[in-house]
């Protein structure tokens, strides 16, 4: 079965460096999605990408955060100053349409912000 | 505005007893709700999904669970629990169309050999 791809699984940075976060999408669907799970806590909506440009993002996806579909396979989220309070897990996910049937995780990225 | 709460954020049951992790509803809209199961280390996994029509639903591994409108609830069961259900259990909503889904906070499954 197609799936959702997360690289790298762990990423340690120090605070206020710069991340990126790299997701490979299942090859035919078009809408990508970033979420994110801080510790103990809910699975957070971060963002939606459709067509090259966001959908729709949440309050968390701030001025620091961005996304970006480079070439016809990746999708990227970028942390540009990290803050102690990024760490968590953070997952892709796509979904082949936008009817809200059926969204593809990926396995997630564990970011931790020291 | 959409919603789900989970009930219960740890739950423990003995191996081949009944397995019931509750969810809660919260739509302005008909709701299309979803059980997404996490093993350790590992991405959110489809487990069953209800959209319209029955509204009993069948998911892999044994599960189901029952959209109940009356009762704003999508309830997950499975009759006889096993080891490997061992994981985090969650519960999300979205609408037609939706942009979002938005999950509860999960419940961890603990299953006593």
């Known amino acids: 079965e197609p799936e959702v791809t997360q690289t790298p699984s762990h990423q340690v940075t120090q605070m206020g460096q710069e991340v990126i976060l790299r997701c490979v999408p299942i090859s035919n669907h078009l809408y990508f999605y970033w979420y994110r799970q801080i510790l103990g806590q809910k699975v957070e909506f971060l963002v939606s990408f459709y067509n090259n440009e966001i959908s729709e993002k949440s309050e968390i996806f701030d001025d620091q955060f961005s996304v970006e579909r480079p070439d016809g396979s990746n999708f990227t989220l970028k942390i540009r100053s990290t803050k102690l309070e990024d760490s968590a897990m953070y997952f892709c996910a796509s979904s082949p349409d936008r009817v809200g049937e059926k969204l593809f995780f990926g396995s997630g990225t564990q970011l931790s912000v020291l | 505005a959409q919603s789900v709460t989970q009930l219960g954020s740890h739950v423990s049951v003995s191996e081949g007893a009944l397995v019931l992790l509750r969810c809660n509803y919260s739509?302005?809209?008909?709701?299309?709700l979803f059980w997404y199961v996490q093993y350790p280390n590992q991405g959110l996994q489809l487990l069953l999904k209800y959209t319209t029509g029955a509204t009993l639903v069948k998911g892999i591994n044994g599960f189901e669970a029952e959209f109940k409108k009356s009762e704003t609830s999508f309830h997950l069961t499975k009759p006889s629990a096993h080891m490997s259900d061992a994981a985090e259990y969650f519960c999300?909503?979205?609408?037609?169309?939706?942009?979002?889904?938005?999950f509860g906070t999960g419940t961890s499954l603990t299953v006593i050999p």
């Open positions: 739509s302005s809209v008909p709701p299309y």
């Open positions: 999300a909503v979205t609408a037609e169309g939706g942009n979002q889904f938005y």
